[in-house]
């Protein structure tokens, strides 16, 4: 596709609900990245993929976040029993290949857990 | 610590006013710098972004910035805002050759018509 497109754009879900955010990176991009935008901030980084290896995972805040990207392409983020500080737009962005080229983001979706 | 400030969280202009965006950063190590422009209901776009070479860069839309070492610095300017540059406008930096990003909090511009 021409950009980087995440599926659903709203989720809602009731806390302890499981949800998974889709991302599909531009076609031929190697690297691609999750990051968590809470309400007035900036994006926080979560997660790293060069092809369909997951390099970096430092940023995810708890072991109920769950990231993968099995054949180097799609992405999805799953988070596992929700809860109200979850609530935030979860950015995905994809780049050529990492390091010194230019990230392009998604849309992002906006997750509210209620 | 790796941060990055943005100490303008909001700023009203009217239209052909000039632009200046305040951006610091602290990483240690060479870094490769950016800012983005987020305009309502659209996603995250790259206005511009510095890798190495002039320290002045220009960008789309008649933005540019200026790197200055010395002060960690990457300032946004603009000589004269449309009512169309209404945006959230983020600075990010990451080290060279690394991938993670880190964003400033953001600086919500309003320009008024």
């Known amino acids: 596709g021409a950009g980087v497109s995440q599926s659903p754009r709203y989720k809602v879900a009731k806390r302890g609900q499981d949800v998974a955010l889709r991302c599909d990176p531009i076609s031929g991009h190697v690297s691609l990245f999750w990051y968590q935008q809470a309400l007035g901030q900036g994006p926080e980084f979560l997660t790293y993929?060069?092809?369909?290896?997951?390099?970096?995972k430092s940023g995810l805040p708890s072991d109920r976040f769950f990231a993968e990207r099995p054949e180097g392409s799609v992405s999805t983020l799953k988070i596992q029993r929700t809860q109200q500080e979850d609530s935030a737009v979860y950015l995905c962005?994809?780049?050529?290949?990492?390091?010194?080229?230019?990230?392009?983001f998604g849309q992002g979706t906006r997750l509210t857990v209620v | 610590a790796q941060s990055v400030s943005q100490h303008n969280h909001h700023v009203i202009l009217s239209e052909a006013a000039s632009l200046e965006l305040g951006c610091n950063y602290s990483y240690g190590g060479t870094v490769n710098l950016f800012w983005y422009v987020q305009y309502p209901g659209q996603h995250l776009q790259l206005l511009l972004k510095?890798?190495?070479?002039?320290?002045l860069v220009k960008g789309i839309k008649g933005f540019e910035a200026e790197f200055i070492k010395s002060k960690f610095s990457f300032n946004l300017r603009k000589p004269s805002v449309q009512w169309s540059d209404t945006a959230e406008y983020f600075c990010a930096v990451n080290g060279k050759g690394t991938y993670k990003y880190i964003f400033g909090t953001g600086t919500r511009l309003k320009v008024l018509a």
């Open positions: 993929f060069q092809n369909e290896a997951q390099l970096d």
């Open positions: 962005a994809s780049s050529f290949n990492g390091g010194n080229t230019e990230a392009f």
């Open positions: 510095y890798f190495s070479g002039d320290p």
